[in-house]
């Protein structure tokens, strides 16, 4: 039998795979808190499955990012598993685009660190969800990381799915503890409490703009002078990305089977004419590159 001792804090280490631009931010977090990391390139579904049957670790040779492509970060990408047995503490999959298509990273990595804690961004799954078709069941927890949010965000919630095993719900506490957030444990369904939230007030905002009733500039600054928000939901809209809202919307109304969750047809018309947000210099705003 095998035992492993990780649990002092100190010895923190995440292993972080997922869409290269949410990586690149949560690691910038996870350095500005001293928190060591590593990085695993995201594997395509095709390549995935000839990994998992061949066992074969060396990254170089399959279809994810080139460790150039992390920029800064390209130092703490990994190229080969088997060197780096038991020694994460946490695996964090931060992807935004289908889980099933980076199911094998994760899976993989768990399997080579039996004892880490496994994060999960369930903006359009549930931790339950994801745990079981990644054989990370008794390990899973969900978080509502979100781009662009989670580096302003000082509240974090989490949830657990059914069949994780406490000790991994305090695990995560810890690591999200020591990069600051005070956690709020909810219960897990998609998109949690504050992205959800924020989503459909976003999806309603949206509305309203493509009725005529106000412009982007107006709605933004009502909701600023009259309930305080720090931003305006469009502005915030525009720094999340379109397709982020448009996808926790989809997974809420896959999940519920309800009208109320259906996504505004203005995000999806913005989103084909590729007004994707500020970080392609249009939305409900245009920015300057």
Known sequence: MNVYDITDTDNDRVLLTGDIDFVLEFA???????????????????????????????????GG????????????????????????????????????????????????NPAATVFVSVLNTTATEFGMFTNT?????????APSVMSTLT??????????????????????????????????????????????????????????LATPEDIDKAMMLGVN???GLLAWADEIGIGIITLILDGLRREYEQERYRPCVLLKQMMRAGWAGKSTGRGFYVYES
């Open 137 to 145: 069941a008794q390990r899973v927890i969900g978080v509502g990381l």
């Open 28 to 62: 910038g977090i996870l350095r500005r808190c001293s928190v060591d990391f590593s990085i695993l390139p995201s594997i395509d579904a095709r390549d995935g499955y000839e990994y998992e049957m061949e066992m074969e670790f060396e990254l170089s040779s399959l």
């Open 229 to 231: 928000y720090p931003k």
């Open 155 to 212: 509240a974090m919630d989490m949830s657990a799915g059914l069949n994780t095993e406490p000790h991994h719900i305090e695990r995560a506490k810890e690591l999200l503890g020591r990069l600051g957030y005070a956690v709020e444990v909810v219960q897990d369904r998609v998109g949690l409490v504050q992205m959800r939230v924020l989503a459909m007030l976003i999806n309603e905002a949206a509305f309203a703009v493509m009725e005529g």
């Open 65 to 112: 990012p080139a460790a150039e492509e992390y920029g800064e970060y390209a130092d703490f990408v990994i190229q080969d598993l088997r060197e780096h047995l038991n020694v994460f503490s946490h695996i964090v999959d931060l992807s935004i685009t289908s889980h099933t298509d980076h199911r094998v990273a994760v899976e993989v990595a768990a399997s080579l």
